[in-house]
């Protein structure tokens, strides 16, 4: 039997269904029954009627998973899936955070831990930052954490004063706007598309047509009639541009964008993961309930 049929079996066998993040390697995307950018999986964990989760993402993805839907089993199925952005903040750290900002409000993106998102008001994805912000009424102060460049984006699309977390994520950080320039130039004509989180996504805001999430870039992808497109995120999400729209060339602003928490987990991981049920995710249930008040607000919008 083919590797995809046994995961296909065992996923039956185990009333499971299988979420894989944009960044997910092809064979794992192409096995999962949805695909898709932060915000729409977790509203597709939120909704599963499935005994189980197997979560082909990072880990913050399968402990929001939990949080949302707690009587499932969540898998992960390689522990070493984290994410260096998440990493940059500690419940520690925001705590002391808090302390010098009596009464702010703290916006927390989902790249963080479940213990961060406890001490947060709100959660936000890089598809809905800009909504939240927004609703926060304008006379209160806001923390925004943990990606800088995610939120000096945010600052100026909505005029908020807000003060950021000195976070970044590493693949993000290091496209830098000399790329875009040099792009632009090797390619006239082609549309620049860019992530939030991309170190070029301030510094060269003119140079950048569209600042999407990565399902917006997918969507973008599908429609678009331009004839090449350089795309500056994770090299993952080529995968899904190029099967939906063959017609465009799709070209990666850096080959070596590669996130090495993403690529964690191939289709072996994810049979082993649902035939012996590992590594299954939990969270302490107090961490839990404070984590699911910003997390449901996050769903919401
Ligand atoms: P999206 O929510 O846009 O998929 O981003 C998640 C992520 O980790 C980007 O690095
Ligand atoms: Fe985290 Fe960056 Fe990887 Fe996204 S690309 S999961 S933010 S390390």
Redesign the pocket.
């Known amino acids: 039997m083919s590797l995809e049929a046994e995961v296909a079996r065992l996923k039956d066998e185990q009333d499971a269904v299988l979420l894989a ?2 960044y997910q390697v092809p064979e794992v995307q192409d096995a999962a029954d949805f695909v898709g ?3 729409y999986l977790s509203r597709k964990a939120m909704e599963s009627d499935r005994s189980v989760i197997c979560f082909a993402g990072v880990r913050f993805m399968a402990e929001t998973a939990k949080i949302l839907n707690p009587t499932r089993t969540v898998l992960l199925p390689d522990l070493k899936a984290g ?1 260096g952005l998440a990493d940059s903040i500690t419940a520690d750290q925001l705590r002391a955070w808090k302390a010098e900002h009596p009464g702010a409000v703290v916006v927390a993106y989902i ?1 963080t831990s479940a213990e961060v998102k406890a001490e947060a008001d709100y959660c936000c ?3 809905n930052a800009v909504k939240i912000v927004s609703q926060i009424p304008e006379d209160r102060e806001i923390l925004f954490l943990p990606d800088m460049f995610l939120g000096d984006y945010v600052k100026r699309k909505t005029g908020r004063r807000m003060h950021l977390w000195v976070g970044d ?1 590493p693949v ?1 950080a290091k496209l830098r706007p000399e790329e875009i320039a040099q792009a632009r130039k090797a390619h006239p004509g082609a549309a620049v598309i860019a ?1 939030p ?1 991309c170190g070029c996504s301030t510094g060269a805001l003119g140079e950048v047509d569209h600042i999407l ?3 917006g870039m997918v969507r973008f992808a599908e429609e678009t009639t331009s004839p090449q497109v350089i795309v500056a995120t ?1 090299v993952g999400i080529l995968h899904r541009m190029r099967r939906l729209n063959p017609r465009t060339e799709f070209l990666a602003l850096n080959e070596g964008a590669i996130c090495p928490y993403m690529k964690q987990i191939d289709l072996t991981d994810v049979r082993e993961s649902l035939a012996q049920r590992r590594f299954v995710i939990d969270v302490e249930p107090g961490t839990a309930a404070r984590a699911r008040r910003s997390l449901e607000r996050m769903v919401a919008t």
Request: hydrophobic fraction near 5%.
């Open positions: 993040h944009n950018d932060s915000l994410c790249n994805t890089s598809s994520c993000h992530h989180e999430s990565t399902d994770e």
